[in-house]
T-cell receptor
């Protein structure tokens, strides 16, 4: 059974650019949630999608957005990148959704903003 | 607002020791609590999920307990091995209806051979 796949694994951008990250959940899982991990702030929740609907959102500015497609694959987008957006971005999939089931994480996308 | 604290922040022990990692949270109105391990630069691996009706879960050398009323969870690792070296994170879910897990800052464990 394939796990959660995140692409790209590494990327380097410059300030002001935008970036799109992709997450393919485990087959059959309908929930995808996104997290930002930095040394200073730890692991912080960005948002969760379930059956193409955003169910909850963390305390991040509007530059962070996401969406989920009918096949449950999800993308997150960060516009107008800032140096502080450098982080490991993790996505997790769950069969029933966050708070009702076990989370399975991908390996992450490491973003460096110069 | 849920806040999660993990103690100790770091731990270094010789191989074979039994370990206790502690997690405390401020809002006891949770449904589930999950323990994860994270190797450097990697994603998180689920270790144990304790659901609201349960008080503990066991998997191999790992045992996790949950006391919702006191806002505490404990991860017990028996007969530690060098391969257990990683950061361990606990994550209670948010209060009812918030659909998210809140992560602690983790305990960084190093098991010496």
């Amino acid at each position: 059974k394939a796990g959660v796949t995140q692409t790209p694994r590494y990327l380097i951008k410059t300030r002001g650019q935008q970036v799109t990250l992709s997450c393919s959940p485990i087959s059959g899982h309908r929930s995808v949630s996104w997290y930002q991990q930095t040394p200073g702030q730890g692991l912080q929740f960005l948002f969760e999608y379930f059956s193409e609907t955003q169910r909850n959102k963390g305390n991040f500015p509007g530059r962070f957005s996401g969406r989920q497609f009918s096949n449950s694959r999800s993308e997150m987008n960060v516009s107008t990148l800032e140096l502080g957006d450098s982080a490991l971005y993790l996505c997790a999939s769950s069969l029933l959704g966050v708070s009702t089931g076990e989370l399975f994480f991908g390996e992450g996308s490491r973003l460096t903003v110069l | 607002k849920q806040e999660v604290t993990q103690i100790p922040a770091a731990l270094s022990v010789p191989e074979g020791e039994n370990l206790v990692l502690n997690c405390s949270f401020t809002d006891s109105a949770i449904y589930n609590l999950q323990w994860f391990r994270q190797d450097p630069g990697k994603g998180l691996t689920s270790l144990l999920l304790i659901q609201s009706s349960q008080r503990e879960q066991t998997s191999g050398r790992l045992n996790a307990s949950l006391d919702k009323s006191s806002g505490r969870s404990t991860l017990y690792i028996a007969a530690s091995q060098p391969g257990d070296s990683a950061t361990y994170l606990c994550a209670p879910d948010g209060t009812s209806g918030t659909y998210k897990y809140i992560f602690g800052t983790g305990t960084r464990l190093k098991v010496l051979a």
